[in-house]
Each structure stands twice: as C-alpha cells, then as structure tokens.
C-alpha cells in the first residue's frame, strides 16, 4: 500500500537523513554467471546506458572467461506501463536469466511537481501517477517471474531538486522516486528477487557535493540524467552489491623469494643482489576508467574496493626502484614505497591496461551501436509507428512517409532530439541486419580482446 504523497513531501534535510549510506546493506545480489542472458530493463537512463556498459566492462575484464550475453532493453520516455506494452517482442525474446529493472523517472510524471503543486488536486494526480506505476511493476514482475528470470530491483536513480541547475525546478520529484524506490523493494521480496540501491547513496553523495559546492550535480544539467561520473558510480554500486572484490592481481616477494600471489601464476622468479625478473600470467585486467568518469574515484571507493592490482616487494636495500613489464618502464619508487605495495591497476603505462583500454573501446563501439541505433529504431516502433494502424514492422516505405511528415513538424518545433531520433531511423532501419550482425561481432571481439597474456616482470635498482 503506497502512503498518501502528502507524507512523503519532505523538506530536503529530512530526505537526506532518510537516505541510505553510500555503501548501505542489502541482501546479497548474486553475480552474473557464465551464460546468462541478462535484460537492463528501463527508461533512458538505461538506453542511454553507461551503467551497464560499465558493468559488462567490468566482468569482461575481470572475468573472461565467464562470458554473459547483456540486452540493453531500456527505452527513452518508457515506464513500467511501456515495458509491459514491449515485453514479449522487446524483452522476453532475449530468453533473460536475469533482469535489472529500473523504472519510475517517467512514472513519476515530472510535470505534476513544483513548490506550486501541493494542493489537494495535485496531490490526487501524483498518487494517482504512483498507483499507475504499482500496478504495472506488478504485473512486470510477474511476467518476469513466470519466465524463471531472477530479477534484480534497481531503485531509481535520482532526479537533483537540490542543485542550482538553470533548468527549471520540479520539486518532490526525487521524494516521489524515494517512494518508486520502497515499492520496489515490496515488490522484490514478493517476486524473490533482490535490490541495488542507487536512490538513495546518490541522493547523499549529491547532497554532500553540494554542501562543498553548490555547482555540484551527480546527474547533469536537466536534473535528470547522470553523466559518465553519474553512472560509473551506479555501476559501482551494482558490483558491490553482487560482491565484487579488489582484487586483479597481487603478488608479494620478500627478502627476494616469492612469498603469494593472488590471480596469477607466476612463473621464471629470478632474483639477484639490486634486481628481480618473473613471468607473471594474470587471470583478469585492470579496469579502464574514461577520463570523463574520473571525478567518480572522489565519490566512491572504486579503486579501494574493485581495482587492485598490487605489487609488494619487502626486503630491498634502500634506493630507488623501477618496474618494467616487457621492457617497457612503467613506474618507479623507493624501497620503502614497494614495500608497502604498489597498486599498478590505474597505471597507464602498463601492457595490461594498455590491453584493458582496447577492450573498452570495443565495449564503447558495441555501446555506441545499440544505444544510438537499434535502441532508437526501437523507440520510434514503439512510441510512433506501432501506432498506426495496418503498419507492419518490415514495411519501410509506409515507416518513411509517416516520419517524414513528422519529420518537417518536429524540426518547426525545434525538437532536436526528436529529430534526430527520425533521422537515425530513416538512415539506419535499413541497414538494421548490418548493424545487428557487427554488434554481434564486436560483441565476440571484445570478450576475446580481455583475454590475459604472460608478461614479463623487471624490477631493477635505479638508484
């Protein structure tokens, strides 16, 4: 039973003192697992997709050899009552395993808030637009179920009524969300499925950014979607929930004998009076964060946490040392440095994340090639063309005298996403086989491109 929005219309510091910690306990989520068929069920923010991306790019380098199949299944403008609407064409057919679900943005009705929309009246339509999106999580739920599909919960990300954004301020939207965010864990503990909260640690790092600067937004300038940081961030809080660990490699030597390693086999060790040599073959890569994401290592603890991969040498005489790896210099520190560990996952010097970089660039051309195409022919079917009567899916003729029509309107209303969205229609449903045969390519590149290879470690005396 949903409370009456009256009572979730909190001031700001209330909300924020209701907001789960960053790193707040759930039940566990288990990780994806080799073959599995895994829908990101959503709104743009999931088309958009950056969260997932990251995601796929995490277990493709640190688990390549446990491959999975990721859908993007997200929609721009859809809620939970559209994802019903698509679900046998646009989700079930990918046979999921395991869903993410993520919905409300659009539920929520913006329009329905502001500081001047607290009367009766608007308090009935902003229930009434929650009512709408619990009855249609339920019956999203069930479908899912009923395909033996695990479901994962994840609670909205955040609309920012907090920041000082020019875009114009529809207040109580982020607490409507809050409540999209409790529904949703009723309906994960009816359907046994399990949660990864991303409303409410945003909701606190967004509010402690702003205490130190109120420029600050963890999403962007429309108060709704999440930049590179933004969804690095969810994608971090989906691996930790899953369990996700730090480490990539670790490798310990002291007083010039190998003493662990952790991830890897190493191989060769050799060590001398001011030097050391070995062959090192690690299970995984480090992972590659994009220059754009950067400001995310300042808001969690990504590296700590999900990116570790350590070199520790105990034992050197006092100087200075420097590594190569495949005669290629990559960092240098004092003994007394090595000794406490070094941790080479961000380094970019080095042949691995060199290696990691080329797989995240395959990651980011699949990204490209799904959200920007197949995802938006998959909009204007659904949201335009399923609309009008007798139009078949395959008849593109009958496709293109509609859209162009709406074409000419859309540009005299200076709506240039929508028309760009026409165009990217037009251009590319002919070519969507194309497209889908060389996703399907990059797909198997990238998955080939993170497997490890043996790499040859020197750490010699330079001073």
């Known amino acids: 039973m949903l409370l009456p929005l009256r009572s979730i219309l909190l001031p700001a510091l209330a909300v924020l003192a209701l907001a789960a ?8 989520v288990p990780p994806f697992a080799a073959g599995d068929s895994v829908c990101f069920i959503g709104d743009s923010i999931t088309h958009g997709g950056g969260y997932h991306a990251n995601i796929t790019l995490f277990y493709a380098t640190r688990f390549p050899a446990a491959r999975f199949a990721g859908y993007n299944c997200g929609l721009s403008g859809d809620s939970a009552a559209g ?15 395991v869903a993410t679900v993520m919905l409300g943005m659009n539920d929520v009705n913006r329009g329905l808030y502001g500081t001047d929309k607290t009367g009766e009246a608007d308090l009935k339509k902003q229930q009434g637009s929650l009512d709408w999106h619990a009855r249609n999580m339920d019956q999203l739920f069930a479908r899912l179920q009923a395909l033996k599909c695990r479901i994962i919960l994840l609670t909205p990300s955040i609309y920012d009524q907090t920041g000082n954004q020019k875009t114009d301020n529809l207040f109580g939207v982020n607490d409507a969300l809050g409540r999209c965010a409790v529904l949703g864990r009723e309906l994960a503990a009816k359907y046994q499925g399990t949660v990864v909260d991303f409303h409410g640690p945003m909701t606190r790092i967004n509010a402690e950014g702003q205490a130190r600067d109120p420029a600050f937004t963890i999403v962007g300038g429309d108060r709704v979607h999440p930049g590179e940081t933004g969804h ?21 030597i002291d007083a010039g004998k190998l003493a662990s390693s952790e991830r890897c086999t190493v191989s060769e060790f050799k060590a001398g009076a001011d030097s050391l040599a070995f062959t090192c073959l690690e299970q995984s890569l480090p992972f590659p964060v994009a220059d754009g994401a950067r400001k995310a290592l300042e808001l969690v603890p990504l590296v700590d946490d999900l990116d570790r991969q350590l070199l520790t040498v105990r034992g050197l005489a006092p100087g200075s040392y420097e590594l190569l790896i495949d005669g290629i210099p990559v960092h240098e520190a004092a003994a007394e440095a090595w000794a406490q560990g070094v941790n080479l996952a961000l380094n970019p010097k080095t042949p691995q994340y060199q290696q990691a970089l080329a797989v995240k660039k395959l990651n980011d051309h699949r990204h490209t090639l799904v959200s920007q195409r197949l995802r ?26 509609v859209l162009q029509e709406r074409l000419e309107k859309t540009k005299a209303a200076k709506n240039q996403y ?7 229609y037009l251009q590319y449903k002919p070519k969507q086989a194309e497209v889908e045969r060389e996703v399907v ?11 490890p290879r043996p790499h040859q470690w020197q750490l010699r005396r330079k001073g």
Request: aromatic letters at 10%.
């Open 83 to 97: 994802a019903l609407k698509r679900f046998d064409y646009d989700i079930a057919a990918h046979r999921p395993t």
């Open 376 to 401: 938006t022919i998959a909009a204007i079917w659904h949201f335009t063309l399923s609309q009008v009567p007798g139009l078949k899916e395959d008849d593109f003729a009958g496709a293109e005298k």
């Open 21 to 28: 910690p960053v790193l707040a306990a759930e039940p566990a």
């Open 232 to 252: 690095l961030v969810m994608a971090f809080l989906v691996l930790k929930a899953q369990g996700m660990g730090p480490c990539v490699s670790a490798i310990a």
């Open 418 to 424: 929508g028309a760009w969205q026409i165009e990217t």
């Open 441 to 451: 390519e990059t797909t198997d590149a990238l998955w080939k491109a993170a497997a």
